[in-house]
């Protein structure tokens, strides 16, 4: 455990604490436009898909995948994660998950070959919304996966979403997994009523990239909806407090997945976002 810990850390300590960053993907533009882009709208750390066909074909070979994260630096960019997103495919569905686990593995592969930290993944539910018991598939399918990023040499973060806090805290502790930790979405856990902040202080520790977004509050019978950052209900001095006590010191990966101007939201949200951490830092 102790060199496993080492391990992660010293990856961690490559990206600045300070840093804004994006998912390329949220810009919707070609990978050679999206990346300058990124860079002038004053991101300096990245986030990309390696499922993408784009993206992926660009990094199939080691020629690729120096190329990109060449251009990438170049541009003042940092590669903070990958993300090995399947819509479809359930880590609770016996009878896909197997196909889930194989295209993740590539992923992994690919990301550990680029030198990238961490690959974030949405997982959906993974417990039982009634009794909080963890799904033996899901748990089975995590610890698959978790030997492949040890291989990799790579964290597999997940991003949760519809588990009540407690239930995924008990499930992460069933799974007892150290390559699989947490990608903290608050928007996507408040859209279906759970609370982003109890999970920090369930699992702060656990916390390997921050995504941030905002979005209105779900409840029983209705989810909530993503909004431009400032205009939801999460709390977002609080929240990068909460991250700050928490021990977490890499990015916060900046998200706008449903927007009709994506650049101008992403870029209001980094100002947004770069004035609260000044003030922090008051």
């Known amino acids: 455990m102790p060199a496993l810990r080492r391990r992660v850390v010293t990856r961690e300590a490559r990206v600045d604490a300070t840093l ?3 998912d390329l993907d949220d810009l919707r533009l070609p990978i050679k436009e999206a990346v300058p882009v990124a860079a ?39 590669a903070a994660a990958a993300s090995a997103d399947f819509p479809g495919l359930r880590l609770t569905d016996a009878v896909r998950v197997e196909e889930r686990i194989d295209r993740t593995r590539a992923v992994l592969q690919a990301a550990g070959a680029m030198h990238v930290p961490v690959v974030t993944a949405a997982v959906g539910a993974l417990t039982d919304a009634a009794t909080g018991s963890p799904s033996a598939t899901a748990i089975d399918a995590l610890r698959q996966i978790a030997r492949d990023a040890e291989r990799s040499g790579v964290i597999y973060a997940i991003r949760p979403s519809a588990d009540a806090p407690e239930h995924l805290a008990a499930f992460l502790s069933a799974l007892d997994a150290p390559h699989v930790r947490i990608c903290l979405d608050p928007a996507a856990m408040l859209m279906c009523g759970a609370s982003p902040h109890r999970l920090l202080a369930l699992r702060g520790g656990d916390v390997v990239l921050s995504h941030a ?21 999460v709390d977002f001095l609080a929240h990068l407090m909460l991250l700050d006590a928490s021990g977490y010191r890499g990015p916060h990966i900046v998200r706008r997945l449903s927007s009709e101007q994506p650049l101008r939201d992403l870029a209001a949200a980094r100002e947004h976002l770069a004035r609260l951490r000044a003030e922090l830092a008051e």
């Open 20 to 22: 804004l960053g994006v």
């Open 40 to 78: 002038r709208l004053g991101f300096r750390a990245i986030e990309f898909g390696l499922v993408g066909a784009e993206l992926a074909e660009a990094t199939t070979s080691q020629s690729g995948r120096r190329h990109f994260l060449r251009f990438a630096k170049d541009h003042g960019l940092s």
């Open 213 to 233: 977004r905002d979005a209105t509050a779900g409840g029983p019978g209705r989810t909530g909806a993503e909004t431009a950052i400032g205009e939801g209900d």
